[in-house]
């Protein structure tokens, strides 16, 4: 009879310890990832002057502070819109930096956020990373995380050279985002 009981009460201890693993098991299943796609446009003023957006901040001793100089770093805040006009709504803003991480001067190391204003995703952020040649019409860089809305986003993002009017230095990007999260 003692043996019977120790029997099933250790039956009881392994069944609950199963019913426990398959338990935390479906939850990790419930999160299934899904794909967005978002899309918006950039407007980036380098001229010097108030209404700049970005600008060279550093850059080696002796060296001019240019894109295309080995080793410069540039910050940059442009404000990113649903349509391609500056006067479209608002869909927040692209933060972040960018560093000439080649001793050709070509690629560009970007680290940036997409920052989300906008109703649909207001304080959720996309974050940036990787490098790409700067001279392409079309970079591409990685997703490597997300906040709020984008919480563990992974992907890509392409963003691509529209226009460029050198009177105003003003160029005008579009920037696709591909995320899993
Ligand atoms: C800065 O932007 C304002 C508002 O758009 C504009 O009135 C002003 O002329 C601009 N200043 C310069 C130096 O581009
Ligand atoms: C976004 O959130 C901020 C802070 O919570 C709030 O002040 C703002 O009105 C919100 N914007 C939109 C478009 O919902
Ligand atoms: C970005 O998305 C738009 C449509 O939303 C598409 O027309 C365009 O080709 C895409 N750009 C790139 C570089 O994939």
Same mark, same amino acid.
């Given at each position: 009879?003692?043996?019977k009981?120790?029997?099933?009460?250790k039956?009881?201890?392994?069944?609950?310890?199963?019913?426990?693993?398959?338990?935390?098991q479906?939850?990790?299943?419930d999160?299934?990832?899904?794909?967005t796609?978002?899309?918006?446009?950039?407007?980036?003023?380098?001229?010097?002057?108030?209404?700049?957006?970005?600008?060279?901040?550093?850059g080696?001793p002796g060296k001019?502070?240019?894109?295309?100089?080995?080793?410069?770093?540039?910050?940059?805040?442009?404000?990113?819109?649903?349509?391609?006009?500056p006067?479209?709504?608002?869909?927040?803003r692209?933060?972040?930096?960018?560093?000439?991480?080649?001793?050709?001067?070509?690629?560009a190391?970007?680290?940036?956020?997409l $920052?989300f204003?906008?109703?649909a995703?207001?304080?959720?952020?996309?974050?940036?990373?990787g490098?790409?040649?700067?001279?392409? $019409?079309?970079?591409?860089y990685?997703v490597?995380?997300?906040?709020?809305?984008f919480?563990y986003?992974?992907?890509?993002?392409?963003w691509?050279?529209?226009?460029?009017?050198?009177?105003i230095?003003?160029?005008?990007?579009?920037?696709n985002?591909?995320?899993?999260?």
């Open positions: 009879m003692a043996t009981i120790n029997f099933s009460s039956f009881i201890v392994i069944l609950v310890i199963f019913m426990v693993m398959f338990s935390i479906a939850k990790a299943d999160h299934q990832l899904r794909e796609r978002l899309s918006g446009y950039f407007h980036d003023y380098s001229s010097v002057g108030p209404n700049a957006t970005t600008g060279p901040v550093v080696f001019l502070w240019r894109y295309d100089q080995f080793g410069t770093i540039y910050v940059f805040d442009d404000p990113m819109t649903e349509g391609p006009e006067t479209s709504p608002k869909l927040g692209v933060q972040g930096i960018a560093v000439t991480v080649s001793l050709n001067g070509l690629n190391h970007i680290s940036g956020s $920052v204003t906008n109703e995703y207001n304080g959720s952020t996309i974050q940036i990373l490098v790409d040649n700067q001279f392409n $019409v079309i970079g591409e990685g490597t995380s997300g906040t709020g809305k919480r986003a992974t992907g890509y993002v392409t691509e050279i529209l226009s460029f009017d050198p009177s230095s003003y160029a005008l990007f579009r920037v985002a591909t995320i899993r999260h």
